[in-house]
């Protein structure tokens, strides 16, 4: 089951989080907070991203499960759905939504709640980027229960 809802991303009742990412090339210490990325750094506390770094590089598309920190998730799934100049692509936003649901399922996650992948920093169209997340849930949704969230300001 897929549906898109309006608001916080941090606030959803799922047993997973996905952090739309870089390719973790540049240590996370050096980033300025941003995005999802930032408010998770913000809510969790510096653990998930100091699990992340030990990955090293990790190839565009692709996903890593980490603790949640002080976030009562299950874990937070990183998807590097961004490239080397900072832009997300449809490829990279399919694959990204592909390995997350594949991580999800290796974990035993049930639910799983995922941003807009590429349309903060990624520069991608909401609007597009939604389509193409769409379609790949629909292929590779299975059994979970996933939530694609639009952020919201309160």
Wanted: net charge positive; charged share 20%.
């Amino acid at each position: 089951m897929v549906r898109v809802v309006e608001g916080d991303l941090l606030d959803q009742p799922v047993d997973a989080i996905v952090n739309a990412w870089n390719r973790n090339i540049i240590p996370w210490w050096l980033l300025l907070p941003q995005g999802v990325s930032g408010a998770i750094k913000r809510r969790a506390g510096t653990q998930p991203f100091r699990e992340l770094a030990r990955v090293g590089p990790m190839p565009l598309g692709t996903a890593v499960v980490t603790s949640a920190g002080r976030m009562p998730y299950k874990g937070i799934i990183h998807v590097a759905g961004i490239n080397m100049l900072w832009r997300a692509s449809e490829q990279s936003i399919r694959d990204s939504v592909a390995h997350a649901l594949a991580r999800a399922r290796e974990h035993g996650f049930h639910s799983v709640a995922f941003p807009i992948i590429g349309a903060g920093s990624g520069g991608f169209d909401e609007a597009r980027a939604l389509e193409v997340m769409r379609a790949a849930l629909e292929a590779g949704v299975g059994g979970l229960e996933v939530t694609v969230v639009r952020y919201c300001r309160k």
